[in-house]
């Protein structure tokens, strides 16, 4: 019988062991164990959210970057639209000037045009009268006459 007590004792003593260990090493390890595969699992997951958000905040600055390069499209059309309307504004101006320096230009010479007409009647209308006077003075003589109507003709325009 005493086999069977030392037997029996072998197994109280082994039994108690691992329930010790069990209590006192299985079950902290595993639960440690257990706190680190959660630990994982949510790094993972939070790593396939941040993945997850990055491929949204790509997708929403290709998107901002295509309106942004819509609107700069835009503006830039605008400007182009605007510098050629104020190209063609300063072509329209110059031409209206210059057309002004040229009507002005063409009065100026139509108006010293008309002085210069009038000197000359003025001019002419003195040698008239000057021719007159010496016609009067001098004798009825026909070639003498058209001698003395051609020099001072020639002697008046000389001058001019």
Known sequence: MSLDL???GQI???LTLVFLMKKHLYGPLADLMEARSNKIAQ???AADAGKEAKAKADAEIAVQL???RTKASEIIAAAEKRSAEL????VIR???E???IVDGARDEVHAELNRARQTLRNEVADIAMIAAERVVEAELD???HAKLVEGIVSAGFGNA
């Open 66 to 68: 295509k309106e942004a």
């Open 43 to 45: 790094g993972l997951a």
């Open 98 to 100: 210059a057309q002004q």
């Open 12 to 14: 109280v003593v082994f």
């Open 6 to 8: 030392t037997f029996i």
């Open 142 to 144: 026909a070639k003498r």
């Open 87 to 90: 190209n063609e504004e300063s």
């Open 94 to 96: 110059a031409r209206v």
